[in-house]
């Protein structure tokens, strides 16, 4: 290789040959180690810290619930005609988030990417914590949250059926069933690493007692032999195979809530493709956020290399695009249907009052990601970090500019209103992270949050042809 | 246990399930007793597992269930409920009851019926069988009800010592009062008093007079017709001005006048309204405004100009001149037009109208303008020969005259000088009503004894010894005559909530000078009296007791009696006056309150938060000002004027209103309360302070001066300022096909032009069939004035709440019904398209496809309706209205708002038990009133015929002065609402949308001559 290298004179990948998935050829012991580590080393103090600021917000979150609970939805800044505002923004941004994960575990599984084993687990526990979070917004964003029961169809003697018409019934089916499927998929794979640390727990004192415990109990009796493996790998394979169609789904039914109202701007038929596009855009955007710096903090940068990073911003080069492209098709298609009511609404979005916010998401979600046409650019990792940002915060937005731009101002120009969110819209908003935060960061310190056996998979001595004792450099 | 019983003895009967079971083979005898044959073990048992058996398990959980049971209290506390011992015999519980009586604003009188649940009143409709109302009612007198149930009504008498207030008795009271009036010796006593509209409170008052020498009336209206009347008597003798027969005009030239809103009364409305139907036979009428702000009398003209209000007399002369076809080179059109940039196209227009349609045209001057106007607008109407236009027979009466300014200046100059020794206020706050430079509240505190008998603590109250609470008129006896050969009935609906007394009762026990005179029959048996009296002069053939039943079941009596006609006009009167020259400074135009009135309505909730018909804001009152002024000023909405007339000053919000002349600033009457309970104590300004009691000859026009003022001020509205520079943003309502507009000209030529034309919808799927009645509504866009009785007869009739200032800014009122206002045109010439708009009952209704739970859903006759209880609050139904007139209760409003003065008891018995009262968290809308479709169906069963359409009539038709709102079968081909749907000018608001709304709107006519 170094010959080639010579002869090429070119910095720059070699395409010769499969890149490693795991740099720095580590052994099997090694991987466990590593990954191991956080869990049964004692947390440090920046954990802590950081737990105790993610718990803070939560805290608020879970207060700002509580007095739109006891008070009413009034003390948001909802009204009429703006019925739904950030509640709703903030849900369809969360279970947007949440569509990483079961892309990079399910999708790319089924493609066989290899890379993708060294941030599955993340992603999945992260799709786990943002349906959690985004969940809550819809069941206490209504009226009478006292009520979800109304919500499923369950035989009573009052003999009112739910309304299977209603986008939203469809939410309840798509969103419960992408979380109860994606909790499947990840406890699944999470059954040998249990058994993992379930080995690895030889303390005598009561902590190590309890881990051991809840491990055991977690790890459902696994004892690595080959008939639990070949079970694994079928159910791990089935329910990949369960969970690709709803990747798609979810946002898809989501977006059903605008597109099959009559709305200007909500009424169009690409928002299914364009939400789901924009849902996997913010998602990588969030893995690739919090993941540079678990990477770092836990020493794993040969396990999630710089070039997984970098399939994950190409991802997001191209889910960006996608979504611009959508924007655009947005305005010709409302050009193109004559309909002037449509038109007002595209045309208001960009240069009426709410301009600034649609700006912010034309900046941040389709100029940013245009920087990772550069090499460079896409494999430094301060760049990226502060990229990734950028984007959520466009997708935040984009589903803010639809929401509200809509609402605002649609058919009788004597019901247009203005909306104005409260202190508790922002706490819900700010709390939401907090909550995720919590969530991913207890994750973090009581679970593997890389794949242990998957990771080991890809490693060049799990090749069959592998010869022991050769190969390292 | 039970296996070893039955292991050991055979079964008494052979029932066998298979070969080997009948044969007996041991296996299967055996395996019979074992469910899971194979590998289960047999000595499962569970009470060995187990101490409490399978009973006692039962016992327990139906005892844990009991007591959670127990444990459980009732959601919100429901009151006790106490049944009837012994049942009142007229009252079935569940069936209203109707009174006819009447009700009074200061200085209006509308006859009623009173609808009763239970013994309380909670309705108030217009008396069908009244000739001239006709059953509608306006919005004042609909929410006057609020005033009986008002938490904060004086309860019981009150004893002041400078502004602060102990309970007191009326016994304590009456005999002061007594003491003080038999102690009179020189002094004067003083009954001030809002107009008397009651010949028999006329006795009382006179009888009290004749009882105490030195005691005198002095009657009053804060917004009276005295600058009209005085000029009728000049230029046509008679009293008072006779009103208009608006219904047989063809021209009517408004100068300065809102006679369609805050002037107009039920009458005026009804009457235009019926030159401007589609499906009459007359033709319409034609209006021109002349007008400086912008009114709803402006915004319904086919023409309107604007002018100065000051500058109206030189307009008026001159029109006078163009129509006697003199010259005067001072008064000439052109010149006026010249001067002030009116159009001189359509002066020619108005004038060649005029001249055209002589007994038919009418040129009306507004109640603000001075003497000198009315005067040279009579001369007009006597040129024109429109003399017949005027409804003597209707001509008010006066049963105590107004008084002159002079008397007051007199009984004030008295007052501080310590020669009266008692006031009485009866039901009037003049201290918040007069000018201060008149000085009454100062001079109050020189009399000896001050006594307000009122039902709301007020200004006057605040400086008064005693304050005495009397009846409100649900409550009261009494007599009203406000026009010729009318006589109303008042008559009590219920007993007195508080210890009130009837205001003519207190002074007939002060008559008597004995406090212990006074019982509840005091007065009745006094008006019985008088209307003994009455009886013979009718020369009726039936005895009196007869008579006075069926007085009180009609709530009225007529009889002929005679009216002057209208006298030769008088020239001379033209010659006499005093001509009046516009300035060219500032003007401030003090106008009336449209929504609380003289003031009296600042503590009704429904009226505050009624949106102003002209500029949609709630709870305020404002600088209304041109966008010339404005930008002249450097003022923006919401910033503050300070506006100076002499050494008068107030400073105002600011409103750019569309439309105002410039060099104006509108500014209505009535807010600026000081002491009107939570409700309505310091709601907007008291431009008042402006008046002067010495400018009597132009009491509402000020030449003022006006700078900016540091701070600002929310204005709250309904409808987002409309702004005329985005072109994207002009004529929305045209270009969407909201509103559909046509002019009348052409209607009148060939229907067909004013035909709606809109695409060919297509349904793909098959509609559904609606067999039997089908509701649907029609509204006549010409009828409606935009007046907004409706509205306030919807929240009446449905238990609509009050949702308060802050959160109709937060854009959530709850109001079921909205009057919408489209501009065209520029800021400063707009034309203005109004629209009533509430819930369409679509037959593809947008709402119904998205409620996850089915909480609204289609009703087998075509009602798009509401289960509050299944709702859950996701507001997607909202959402997808295109009409957005779905309506969420982001709260639970009686809690929140204004303290939760509104969840107080007394004010509960207010809701129509027939309508649910919304919790938090529920979408409400228009249910066209289905609690009356129900329990008109509920008659036609118990009388075993058919529902008819007609049958039902909705709250918001029932008041609509100009029968704008039309209800009904659309199934049935003979129906009203079917001629609608049908007729040429009949549209659908957004009918492309495909909603297939059930709510016909027919085209705004302009009868412009283009």
């Given at each position: 290789m170094q010959v080639a290298n010579k002869t090429n004179a070119v910095e720059g990948p070699d395409f010769s040959k499969e890149t490693p998935v795991v740099l720095s050829s580590p052994s099997f012991h090694d991987i466990t180690e590593v990954i191991s580590r956080p869990i049964e080393s004692k947390a440090g103090m920046k954990w802590y810290i950081a737990l105790a600021v993610a718990v803070s917000l939560f805290m608020l979150e879970i207060f700002c619930w509580g007095i739109s609970f006891y008070y009413g939805t009034g003390m948001w800044g909802n009204n009429i005609p703006v019925a739904w505002a950030f509640p709703i923004v903030n849900f369809v941004f969360w279970i947007g988030i949440g569509h990483a994960g079961t892309l990079i575990s399910a999708i790319l599984f089924l493609f066989r990417q290899k890379w993708r084993n060294g941030i599955a687990r993340f992603a999945e526990g992260m799709t786990i914590f943002a349906v959690m979070t985004a969940g809550l917004f819809p069941l206490f964003h209504t009226g009478r949250p006292w009520l979800p029961l109304y919500l499923f169809p369950y035989p009573n003697k009052h003999a009112v059926w739910t309304n299977f018409l209603s986008p939203l019934l469809w939410d309840v089916f798509a969103v419960s069933t992408y979380f109860t499927v994606s909790l499947c998929f990840w406890y699944v794979g999470l059954i040998p690493d249990f058994a993992t640390l379930r080995d690895r727990t030889l303390g005598k004192d009561f902590i190590s007692k309890v881990r051991k415990t809840v491990y055991s109990v977690l790890s459902l009796g696994w004892r690595f032999s080959n008939r639990h493996w070949r079970h694994y790998e079928r159910v791990y394979l089935i329910l990949a195979g369960v969970s690709t169609p709803l990747v798609l789904s979810v946002h898809t039914i989501v977006s059903f809530d605008f597109a099959v109202a009559g709305l200007p701007g909500w009424h169009t038929t690409i928002f299914p493709p364009y939400f789901v596009a924009g849902a996997i855009f913010s998602g990588f955007a969030m893995v690739v956020t919090v993941l540079v710096f678990i990477r770092y903090i836990f020493d794993m940068e040969h396990i999630i290399t710089i070039d997984t990073l970098e399939k994950m911003n190409k991802i997001i080069l191209l889910t960006g695009t996608l979504v611009g492209y959508a924007y655009g098709m947005e305005f010709f298609i409302a050009w193109y249907s004559g309909n002037i009511v449509e038109q007002f609404a595209f045309i208001n979005r960009a240069f009426g009052p709410y301009a600034w916010a649609y700006w912010i998401m034309i900046s941040c979600n389709v100029i940013t990601p245009q920087i990772f046409w550069f090499r460079n650019l896409r494999r430094s990792v301060p760049i990226m970090f502060i990229a990734s940002i950028f984007v959520n915060i466009g997708m935040w937005f984009e589903r803010y500019v639809i929401t509200v731009t809509t609402l605002v101002r649609d058919f009788l120009p004597s019901s247009w209103g203005w909306y104005n969110p409260t202190l508790v819209d922002f706490g819900l908003l700010i709390g939401s992270f907090g909550m995720f935060f919590t969530l991913t960061l207890l994750f973090v310190k009581f679970m593997p949050v890389v794949a242990i056996s998957e990771v080991k998979g890809v490693l060049a001595q799990a090749k069959p042809h592998h010869h022991h004792g050769g190969g390292h450099e | 246990m039970d296996n070893n019983l039955q292991q050991t003895q055979p079964p008494a009967t052979q029932y066998w399930k298979s070969l080997e079971e009948l044969a007996g083979d041991p296996a299967v005898l055996a395996g019979k007793q074992h469910e899971f044959q194979a590998g289960v073990t047999d000595d499962f048992d569970p009470q060995?597992?187990?101490?409490?058996?399978?009973?006692?398990?039962?016992?327990?959980?139906?005892?844990?269930?009991?007591?959670?049971?127990?444990?459980?209290?009732?959601?919100?506390?429901?009151?006790?409920?106490?049944?009837?011992?012994?049942?009142?015999?007229?009252?079935?519980?569940?069936?209203?009851?109707?009174?006819?009586?009447?009700?009074?604003?200061?200085?209006?009188?509308?006859?009623?019926?009173?609808?009763?649940?239970?013994?309380?009143?909670?309705?108030?409709?217009?008396?069908?069988?009244?000739?001239?109302?006709?059953?509608?009612?306006?919005?004042?007198?609909?929410a006057s009800i609020m005033a009986l149930y008002n938490p904060e009504r004086v309860a019981s008498p009150l004893k002041g010592e400078g502004g602060n207030f102990s309970p007191a008795t009326w016994q304590e009271a009456d005999t002061e009062i007594i003491a003080a009036l038999k102690a009179l010796g020189g002094k004067k006593a003083a009954l001030v008093v809002n107009r008397v509209m009651s010949p028999t409170t006329r006795q009382v008052l006179d009888s009290l007079m004749a009882a105490y020498p030195g005691t005198s009336v002095y009657s009053y209206t804060l917004y009276n017709e005295s600058a009209r009347d005085s000029a009728w008597k000049k230029t046509h003798g008679g009293n008072a001005c006779p009103p208009i027969k608006w219904h047989e005009a063809d021209v009517v030239v408004a100068l300065e006048s809102d006679f369609l809103g805050a002037e107009?009364?039920?009458?005026?409305?009804?009457?235009?309204?019926?030159?401007?139907?589609?499906?009459?036979?007359?033709?319409?009428?034609?209006?021109?405004?002349?007008?400086?702000?912008?009114?709803?009398?402006?915004?319904?003209?086919?023409?309107?100009?604007?002018?100065?209000?000051?500058?109206?007399?030189?307009?008026?002369?001159?029109?006078?001149?163009?129509?006697?076809?003199?010259?005067?080179?001072?008064?000439?059109?052109?010149?006026?037009?010249?001067?002030?940039?009116?159009?001189?196209?359509?002066?020619?227009?108005?004038?060649?109208?005029?001249?055209?349609?002589?007994?038919?045209?009418?040129?009306?001057?507004?109640?603000?303008?001075?003497?000198?106007?009315?005067?040279?607008?009579?001369?007009?109407?006597?040129?024109?020969?429109?003399?017949?236009?005027?409804?003597?027979?209707?001509?008010?009466?006066?049963?105590?005259?107004?008084?002159?300014?002079?008397?007051?200046?007199?009984?004030?100059?008295?007052?501080?000088?310590?020669?009266?020794?008692?006031?009485?206020?009866?039901?009037?706050?003049?201290?918040?009503?007069?000018?201060?430079?008149?000085?009454?509240?100062?001079?109050?505190?020189?009399?000896?004894?001050?006594?307000?008998?009122?039902?709301?603590?007020?200004?006057?109250?605040?400086?008064?010894?005693?304050?005495?609470?009397?009846?409100?008129?649900?409550?009261?006896?009494?007599?009203?005559?406000?026009?010729?050969?009318?006589?109303l009935l008042q008559q009590p609906v219920i007993q007195?909530?508080?210890?009130?007394?009837?205001?003519?009762?207190?002074?007939?026990?002060?008559?008597?000078?004995?406090?212990?005179?006074?019982?509840?029959?005091?007065?009745?048996?006094?008006?019985?009296?008088?209307?003994?009296?009455?009886?013979?002069?009718?020369?009726?053939?039936?005895?009196?007791?007869?008579?006075?039943?069926?007085?009180?079941?009609?709530?009225?009596?007529?009889?002929?009696?005679?009216?002057?006609?209208?006298?030769?006009?008088?020239?001379?009167?033209?010659?006499?006056?005093?001509?009046?020259?516009?300035?060219?400074?500032?003007?401030?135009?003090?106008?009336?309150?449209?929504?609380?009135?003289?003031?009296?309505?600042?503590?009704?909730?429904?009226?505050?938060?009624?949106?102003?018909?002209?500029?949609?804001?709630?709870?305020?009152?404002?600088?209304?000002?041109?966008?010339?002024?404005?930008?002249?000023?450097?003022?923006?909405?919401?910033?503050?004027?300070?506006?100076?007339?002499?050494?008068?000053?107030?400073?105002?919000?600011?409103?750019?209103?569309?439309?105002?002349?410039?060099?104006?600033?509108?500014?209505?009457?009535?807010?600026?309360?000081?002491?009107?309970?939570?409700?309505?104590?310091?709601?907007?300004?008291?431009?008042?302070?402006?008046?002067?009691?010495?400018?009597?000859?132009?009491?509402?026009?000020?030449?003022?001066?006006?700078?900016?003022?540091?701070?600002?001020?929310?204005?709250?509205?309904?409808?987002?300022?409309?702004?005329?520079?985005?072109?994207?943003?002009?004529d929305l309502h045209l270009k969407r096909k909201i509103i559909h507009e046509a002019s009348y000209q052409e209607y009148a030529k060939d229907p067909n032009s004013a035909a709606f034309h809109g695409h060919h919808l297509v349904n793909i799927t098959k509609m559904r069939e609606y067999e039997g009645v089908k509701w649907a509504m029609a509204i006549d866009a010409n009828k409606c004035t935009g007046c907004g009785s409706c509205v306030i007869a919807c929240n009446l009739e449905n238990n609509v709440p009050i949702v308060g200032p802050e959160q109709v800014d937060r854009g959530r009122e709850m109001q079921w019904m909205r009057i919408d206002r489209y501009y065209s045109g520029t800021a400063d010439e707009p034309v203005v398209s109004q629209q009533v708009m509430l819930c369409q009952h679509c037959d593809n209704a947008p709402c119904e496809v998205v409620c996850p739970?089915?909480?609204?859903?289609?009703?087998?006759?075509?009602?798009?309706?509401?289960?509050?209880?299944?709702?859950?609050?996701?507001?997607?139904?909202?959402?997808?209205?295109?009409?957005?007139?779905?309506?969420?209760?982001?709260?639970?409003?009686?809690?929140?708002?204004?303290?939760?003065?509104?969840?107080?008891?007394?004010?509960?018995?207010?809701?129509?038990?027939?309508?649910?009262?919304?919790?938090?968290?529920?979408?409400?809308?228009?249910?066209?009133?289905?609690?009356?479709?129900?329990?008109?169906?509920?008659?036609?069963?118990?009388?075993?015929?058919?529902?008819?359409?007609?049958?039902?009539?909705?709250?918001?038709?029932?008041?609509c002065p100009s029968d704008a709102i039309i209800f009904g079968d659309a199934n049935d081909p003979e129906s009203k609402v079917s001629q609608y749907r049908k007729h040429v000018t009949g549209y659908h608001v957004l009918e492309e949308f495909n909603a297939r709304p059930n709510v016909t709107y027919v085209a705004t006519l302009r009868n412009t001559h283009a």
């Open positions: - | 060995a597992m187990s101490g409490i058996s399978r009973r006692k398990f039962l016992a327990v959980l139906g005892a844990s269930a009991a007591f959670t049971l127990a444990s459980c209290k009732a959601y919100r506390d429901q009151g006790k409920i106490v049944p009837y011992n012994k049942k009142p015999e007229e009252i079935l519980p569940g069936t209203p009851n109707y009174y006819a009586s009447t009700v009074t604003t200061h200085g209006e009188a509308c006859s009623v019926l009173i609808r009763t649940r239970e013994g309380r009143p909670v309705y108030l409709k217009g008396n069908p069988d009244h000739p001239v109302t006709q059953g509608k009612i306006s919005s004042h007198f609909q107009g009364d039920i009458e005026t409305e009804m009457r235009y309204a019926q030159r401007r139907d589609v499906m009459g036979d007359k033709p319409f009428n034609r209006l021109y405004a002349v007008e400086g702000p912008m009114s709803l009398t402006g915004m319904n003209a086919d023409y309107r100009l604007r002018l100065r209000p000051d500058a109206q007399f030189e307009f008026a002369m001159s029109l006078l001149n163009e129509i006697k076809g003199a010259s005067d080179a001072e008064y000439s059109l052109s010149s006026v037009a010249k001067k002030h940039g009116l159009s001189e196209s359509v002066l020619k227009l108005l004038v060649g109208d005029l001249k055209a349609n002589k007994g038919k045209a009418l040129v009306y001057a507004g109640s603000r303008l001075p003497e000198a106007v009315h005067v040279v607008a009579n001369a007009i109407n006597d040129a024109l020969g429109s003399t017949g236009l005027y409804h003597t027979a209707e001509t008010p009466v006066e049963h105590i005259p107004a008084a002159t300014p002079e008397q007051w200046d007199a009984l004030v100059s008295d007052m501080k000088a310590g020669n009266v020794g008692v006031v009485v206020h009866l039901d009037s706050n003049p201290v918040y009503h007069f000018p201060a430079d008149l000085g009454y509240a100062e001079a109050l505190g020189k009399v000896g004894l001050v006594v307000s008998l009122t039902k709301e603590h007020h200004e006057t109250a605040q400086n008064s010894k005693y304050v005495l609470p009397i009846h409100h008129d649900l409550e009261s006896w009494n007599d009203y005559k406000v026009r010729p050969g009318i006589q007195p909530l508080h210890d009130s007394r009837q205001q003519e009762a207190a002074l007939l026990t002060w008559i008597k000078g004995d406090s212990a005179a006074h019982n509840e029959k005091l007065y009745y048996d006094y008006l019985v009296g008088a209307w003994k009296q009455l009886h013979p002069k009718l020369n009726l053939l039936v005895d009196f007791q007869t008579f006075w039943n069926s007085a009180l079941h009609d709530g009225f009596v007529t009889y002929s009696e005679s009216t002057p006609g209208v006298g030769a006009f008088k020239g001379a009167a033209l010659s006499g006056l005093k001509a009046i020259k516009p300035g060219s400074d500032m003007l401030v135009v003090l106008q009336r309150g449209f929504n609380v009135g003289d003031g009296q309505f600042a503590d009704n909730g429904w009226l505050q938060e009624f949106p102003h018909p002209v500029t949609k804001v709630v709870w305020d009152n404002y600088a209304a000002i041109s966008p010339a002024t404005a930008k002249e000023l450097g003022l923006r909405n919401d910033d503050q004027v300070e506006v100076t007339v002499g050494d008068r000053k107030v400073v105002l919000p600011v409103f750019i209103q569309p439309g105002t002349v410039d060099k104006v600033i509108a500014v209505e009457l009535g807010y600026g309360r000081e002491h009107a309970g939570t409700i309505g104590t310091k709601v907007g300004v008291n431009a008042g302070v402006l008046r002067s009691h010495k400018q009597q000859d132009n009491p509402w026009l000020y030449a003022a001066t006006a700078v900016k003022a540091s701070g600002r001020h929310h204005l709250v509205t309904t409808q987002t300022h409309h702004d005329f520079n985005i072109p994207r943003e002009q739970v089915n909480a609204t859903n289609h009703s087998p006759d075509g009602l798009n309706q509401m289960a509050y209880n299944r709702c859950v609050g996701t507001r997607y139904c909202s959402n997808n209205c295109p009409y957005k007139v779905r309506r969420f209760n982001f709260f639970d409003y009686r809690d929140r708002f204004a303290k939760a003065l509104y969840r107080k008891d007394v004010h509960q018995l207010i809701h129509n038990p027939e309508v649910t009262v919304r919790s938090r968290g529920v979408m409400e809308k228009c249910t066209f009133c289905v609690q009356r479709i129900m329990y008109a169906r509920q008659e036609a069963i118990k009388a075993k015929r058919d529902l008819k359409g007609s049958d039902v009539v909705v709250a918001c038709q029932e008041v």
